[in-house]
């Protein structure tokens, strides 16, 4: 059954506290995983990164976007065209012309879920290989459909040759993270409304770069709750067996303390969220990997705003041999049975259920409704565009564009 639902009655769908059960919902892993995401297919407007995001024809044609002999996701960029002077690399192959962004072919990967999971699910994200190397900036993020309002959840973050991963939320002004909260992580700012955002380092060791990916990788689990945000991550030699036997359900009552903390005691989750939409994403330098201190931190260089571009996107590449996801699943769970997916009724875009019945595989069903409710899918603090927040655009009618808009420095 489809019918037209307000962002702000779906986030409060089944919103319950940690004891609440979390069923499957969505299931994405081998041949099937790409069913159900749609790919940007244009160049890095969003960060200003040195790469152009291929369509999903290009990226399967250029094997930047597959399914390995082993049923591993890859999801990489260009590592073999030859880049000339102030032209961009892809992130999944091809070239564009700084400047006048003139598309020459050439491209990088962004990829989308075209699902929208409400308040009251649990997202896992496991891993054998995160892409890294100097000018490479990976994430795996979230984001509410009329981002950058609806709120954003950076589970999976990092750049150059950084040593660990950095979560973060990134609200409208009045949402942070209180003092104080029971995390393992190093807090390095609490207010979400700011560029950076409510940002955590993690301190548990081998979760980026080389130390990760000589581990065997490892699983970040991300609850979505009315109670908070919480984001865990295990190493691949502690991930507890709830999680990595979990199929139809999960519990997470035995997790123990998260990575990073984000109690509704100081961000009412339920007005600063909405519905999260799931974004996988590879782009070069670009306003942080770019950024000449951020840069010259674990990569050296001159010091310049060029150093990164200069020494990595040009010419034959030589950084890029480990600038790629190996992704085992993405799944997730949710105390209530549907998943949310964009329609356009009248002038606003709104979320329809889409009932998770057989979706469980990763595909998703197709949403008949002819729903004229005019109600807007942003409502409180998620109507007003945040501070610091780049624009986005529409393409397609109701296919919106994610991607990062704040610099995490």
């Not at 670009?286 to 931190?297: P, T």
Request: hydrophobic content about 35%; some cysteine.
């Amino acid at each position: 059954m489809h019918f037209a639902i307000p962002v702000a009655a779906a986030l409060l769908t089944s919103a319950q506290g940690a004891s609440a059960a979390y069923n499957l919902v969505k299931d994405f892993s081998g041949s099937s995983f790409f069913n159900g995401w749609e790919f940007y297919g244009n160049y890095d407007n969003l960060t200003n990164g040195d790469v152009n995001y291929v369509s999903a024809a290009n990226a399967s044609a250029e094997k930047l976007a597959y399914v390995n002999d082993a049923g591993k996701v890859i999801i990489t960029l260009d590592n073999t065209t030859s880049v000339p002077y102030n032209y961009k690399r892809d992130s999944h192959g091809g070239l564009a012309e700084r400047g006048t962004w003139a598309f020459l072919g050439g491209r990088s990967v962004l990829t989308k879920c075209t699902d929208y999971f409400p308040v009251g699910s649990v997202i896992l994200f496991d891993a054998t290989h995160l892409p890294y190397g100097c000018s490479v900036w990976p994430s795996f993020w979230t984001k509410g459909i009329n981002w950058p309002a609806g709120g954003e959840i950076d589970i999976i973050e990092a750049v150059n040759l950084m040593t660990y991963n950095q979560m973060a939320l990134h609200t409208n002004s009045g949402c942070t993270q209180a003092t104080g909260v029971n995390q393992t992580g190093s807090t390095s700012g609490t207010d979400c409304g700011t560029s950076s955002g409510c940002t955590v380092a993690e301190q548990q060791a081998n979760s980026y770069g080389t130390g990760f990916n000589s581990a065997g990788g490892g699983v970040w689990a991300t609850q979505f709750d009315s109670t908070g945000i919480y984001i865990w991550f295990w190493t691949r030699d502690s991930v507890p067996s709830s999680v990595s036997s979990a199929t139809d359900s999960i519990d997470i009552s035995s997790w123990g303390t998260p990575s990073a903390a984000y109690p509704s005691s100081s961000c009412d989750i339920t007005n600063y969220f909405t519905a999260q939409q799931l974004v996988i994403d590879i782009t070069l330098c670009g306003d942080w990997a770019g950024e000449a201190s951020v840069y010259a931190s674990t990569c050296g260089g001159d010091g310049t705003a060029t150093a990164c571009y200069l020494n990595n996107v040009i010419n034959t590449p030589v950084n890029y041999t480990n600038a790629y996801f190996e992704i085992s699943y993405v799944k997730v769970f949710s105390t209530s049975e549907d998943v949310l997916i964009p329609s356009i009724s009248g002038s606003s875009t709104v979320l329809v259920t889409d009932t998770a019945t057989s979706t469980a595989t990763g595909t998703s069903g197709s949403s008949t409704s002819t729903s004229t409710s005019g109600s807007s899918s942003s409502g409180g603090s998620n109507g007003a565009a945040m501070t610091g927040a780049r624009a986005y655009a529409a393409l397609g009618g109701a296919t919106l564009v994610a991607a990062f808009s704040w610099i995490l420095l």
